[in-house]
């Protein structure tokens, strides 16, 4: 589906991030491998290191920072909240949702909206669509979009597949209106894949249980449980190659851009080696589109793409007005992408969890 919205923009976006950071060698005897191939892999890959979040943290709490530093900052007043909007497949609770967590703390007003869209690796884009269809449709003027995951909770701990890569982030976006023109997006789903990023037990169809949690080798040599994240890489990968670029070949065309008209291409970042094999296919040059995000920060699904703007181009996000192509893939499975002329940010940060 495609569809173009008009005078919206990203006016702040503030990370919250655990201060535990670990370190891809100092796992290596976890994992039931040759520490050369381990150590061959992580070259390759760009394993280094990620942010972890204690096994108590919880999404409320570091949204509930981030946002703080906003008030703080005077980037947002609380009577200019007309809406939030939460992005996660990380709840605190079964129920309630996160938003209304959020509405609750800061005492905002009985109509703010809030809504939570279970979402994963594209959850930035849907959240940002979200939001500009609230602002169309009811006339807010700003939106809170808050992003980011806590998985490193879900991975086995000997699972070299998916342990090197999981990182924890929060993202908190201030969506307003501006005098920015169209803004073209376009998702297109392909839930017959949705087991190819899953956790299979935990919700209602598998509960978790004392058999659920033990963990079993699979065919490549990894452990994991039932309760544990689970992606099928080359599955992954291939869904990638061969469904991204059409879309976003598609997307310019409706856009009427070009590889160079683009300032820089956001792209999600599963890992290193997946996001420059994405870029060599699309001729997109390198100084246009970064993949350092999990050999430092790790993966933090919905919140790698404010993660990505606040990390490479903060400065100039805040400076001078950014032609951005925002693109998410993975789990459900899904892509999708908005491409929009970005006024200079208010704000733009990376901030580590104050305990």
């Keep these: 589906m495609k569809h173009i919205f008009q005078n919206k923009r990203i006016s702040a976006i503030v990370c919250v991030l ?17 520490i050369r191939q381990s150590q061959m892999l992580g070259k390759m890959m760009d394993y280094n290191t990620r942010r972890q979040c204690e096994p108590t943290d919880c999404l409320s709490e570091y949204a509930i920072q981030g946002i703080q530093r906003l008030l703080d900052n005077n980037i947002i007043r609380i009577d200019e909240i007309d809406a939030i909007v939460v992005a996660s497949s990380s709840q605190d609770y079964i129920m309630p949702s996160v938003s209304y967590l959020l509405q609750g703390n800061f005492g905002l007003a009985e109509n703010v909206y809030c809504c939570d869209i279970v979402q994963q690796c594209g959850g930035y884009q849907f959240g940002l669509m979200h939001s500009f269809m609230l602002m169309d449709t009811f006339g807010f003027r700003k939106v809170l979009l808050v992003t980011g995951e806590m998985t490193s909770k879900k991975v086995g701990l000997h699972d070299r597949n998916a342990r090197p890569i999981i990182g924890d982030a929060v993202s908190v976006s201030i969506v307003e209106n501006a005098d920015n023109g169209a803004i073209y997006t376009e998702y297109r789903n392909y839930g017959q894949m949705a087991d190819s990023i899953m956790i299979p037990a935990g919700g ?8 659920t949690a033990l963990e079993t080798k699979d065919e490549q040599g990894n452990y994991r449980a039932q309760d544990h994240f689970y992606m099928d890489g080359e599955a992954v990968f291939n869904f990638v190659m061969t469904k991204v670029p059409p879309m976003l070949t598609s997307l310019m065309i409706e856009s009427g851009d070009t590889i160079e008209s683009i300032d820089y291409y956001m792209l999600h970042q599963p890992n290193k080696y997946m996001v420059d094999r994405l870029a060599d296919e699309l001729d997109i040059p390198s100084s246009k589109c970064f993949g350092n995000i999990v050999g430092i920060y790790g993966n933090a699904s919905t919140a790698t793409i404010p993660l990505n703007i606040c990390h490479n181009i903060p400065t100039e996000a805040t400076n001078r007005n950014l032609r951005l192509c925002l693109c998410g893939f993975g789990g459900g499975l899904t892509c999708n992408a908005i491409i929009l002329s970005n006024p200079p940010m208010d704000y733009c940060e990376i901030v580590d969890f104050q305990r």
């Design 204 to 211: 209602l169809k598998c509960p978790s249980t004392a058999e």
């Design 18 to 34: 655990p201060d535990k950071i670990v370190r891809y060698e100092d796992e290596l005897d976890d994992y039931s491998f040759p």
